[in-house]
Structure formats: C-alpha cells, structure tokens
C-alpha cells in the first residue's frame, strides 16, 4: 500500500504559477499517478494523468498547454507544474495513485485505490 502527501499549494494571483508535489512512500513506476481537483460546491474531476513509468501523460482540456505533470522518480515524486493559473483554476487538488488501472479508465477517480490529503489552491484574480 502506498502512501501519497501533497504539497505545494497556496494563494497566488492569476496568471502566476506554482508546483504541486506528490510524495510517495514507494516507488512508483508500476504504478499510474493522477492529481484530480474538487472546487467548492462541485465534483471531484481528472487534471492529468502519467501512465506507468510516465510513458505518456494525459490532461483534461482545460488545462492543456498550461499544466504538466511529471514525475520524478530518484524522488519517488510526481508533480503537477501549473502555469497561466485562472481563478477558475482553484480547488483542493489531490494526487491518486494505482497500479491496476486501464487506458480507459485514467480519468475516473473510483479507479485509484491510493490518495493524498489534498492542497488547495487559490488563484485570486
């Protein structure tokens, strides 16, 4: 069983930038990793995903071009750069973590068996 800590968030004006930090307490090459986010009032939904050993990644439309996730794996880390943040952009964002999930399946946060506690990130316009 794996353990996931976020870190990273905080109050930023648009347009700034910041890097959220996933930190694992295993390696996690098997294993697919994917920051969701939950705003206030709203449903959880998928940010980005890095399939296993960050073969490919994966992010949902509205913020491609602005957000890359990355792993860092002498760290057993995965990373979420985000650039160009909008106020629209604020949420508790979690990292998840699972080595059995499919293709088809990236998105869905019922399909991550391990979660962070979350960060939240605020973007102040």
């Known amino acids: 069983q794996v353990q996931l800590v976020e870190s990273g968030g905080g109050l930023v004006q648009a347009g700034d930038s910041l890097r959220l930090s996933c930190a694992a307490s295993?390696?996690?090459?098997?294993?697919?990793t994917a920051w969701f986010r939950q705003a206030p009032g709203k449903e959880r939904e998928f940010v980005a995903a890095?399939?296993?050993?960050?073969?490919?990644?994966y992010y949902t439309d509205s913020v491609k071009g602005r957000f890359t996730i990355a792993r860092d794996n002498a760290k057993n880390t995965v990373n979420l750069q985000m650039n160009s943040l909008k106020p629209e952009d604020t949420a508790v964002y979690y990292c998840?973590?699972?080595?059995?999930?499919?293709?088809?399946?990236?998105?869905?946060?019922?399909?991550?068996?391990?979660w962070g506690q979350g960060t939240q990130v605020t973007v102040a316009s």
């Open positions: 998840a973590a699972d080595r059995g999930i499919i293709l088809s399946n990236y998105r869905r946060d019922s399909a991550y068996a391990y």
């Open positions: 295993d390696a996690l090459g098997s294993y697919v």
């Open positions: 890095s399939a296993r050993r960050g073969s490919n990644t």
